[in-house]
């Protein structure tokens, strides 16, 4: 699990099981700086390996729950076939606010 500050909230991101050949949830929470759940954003995820190019799978994920998640099948890239480092670039719109974007790096296992 991996907490960033980003503007006013704070995100957090966690890879379940980042293991290749299992499928793999990524989770992610946000609060803003009165540790309130955001609830509101849309996600944008760009997941990509850090030292190969394995190319680049882009995922949207929707508000209106303060858990975010996407699930990645077991031969799904990302994470499918390859262990190491993994990207994942997290581009944040909220309504009548500025995209914000973090970048978490994941190390997923045999």
């Known amino acids: 699990m991996q907490t960033k500050q980003v503007g006013d909230r704070e995100v957090t991101l966690l890879v379940l099981p980042a293991r290749i050949h ?6 992610i929470t946000m609060v803003d700086n009165k540790g309130n759940p955001v609830t509101d954003a849309q996600l944008r995820l760009s997941i990509g390996m850090k030292f190969m190019d394995m190319g680049i799978v882009q995922v949207t994920i929707k508000g209106g729950n303060p858990t975010y998640v ?12 390859m262990f190491g480092v993994w990207e994942i670039l ?8 500025a995209l914000v974007q973090m970048v978490f790096q994941v190390i997923v296992s045999r």
């Open 22 to 27: 299992y499928a793999n949830t990524v989770i």
């Open 90 to 97: 997290v581009q944040i719109q909220r309504p009548n606010q």
């Open 70 to 81: 996407a699930t990645f099948g077991k031969e799904a890239i990302p994470f499918s076939a």
